[in-house]
């Protein structure tokens, strides 16, 4: 199996909660693919293994299926948008590689 790397832009979206996680939708036609493509690397809860890059930051990380948006999920932590100067509704354009 070949990794791939997926140029994404999205947008960065807060969930509503005192957690106040900031995530990104993978957009649907990215998100079929690598359903297509990785599914027999998922781990708990459907999670991939993957590496993300925006901007200057590059970190290892996991996404998660969304059956209600209908993409995977990839949260961003608050390291991530303090150096990058993420906010909510922003839209990004990144890097997915899924670690094999």
Not at 36 to 47: D, E, H, I, M, Q
Not at 49 to 76: A, E
């Amino acid at each position: 199996m070949q990794a791939l790397e997926y140029k994404i832009t999205a947008k960065v979206w807060l969930y509503p909660g005192v957690a106040a996680w900031h995530f990104i939708t993978i957009p649907t036609k990215q998100s079929d693919e690598i359903k297509t493509r990785f599914s027999a690397l998922k781990r708990g809860w459907g999670s991939l293994r993957v590496n993300i890059t925006i901007g200057k930051t590059n970190w290892d990380t996991s996404i998660f299926p969304d059956q209600k948006r209908g993409g995977y999920l990839l949260p961003l932590k608050k390291e991530v948008r303090k150096k990058e100067k993420i906010i909510n509704g922003d839209t990004l354009t990144f890097s997915l590689q899924i670690k094999l």
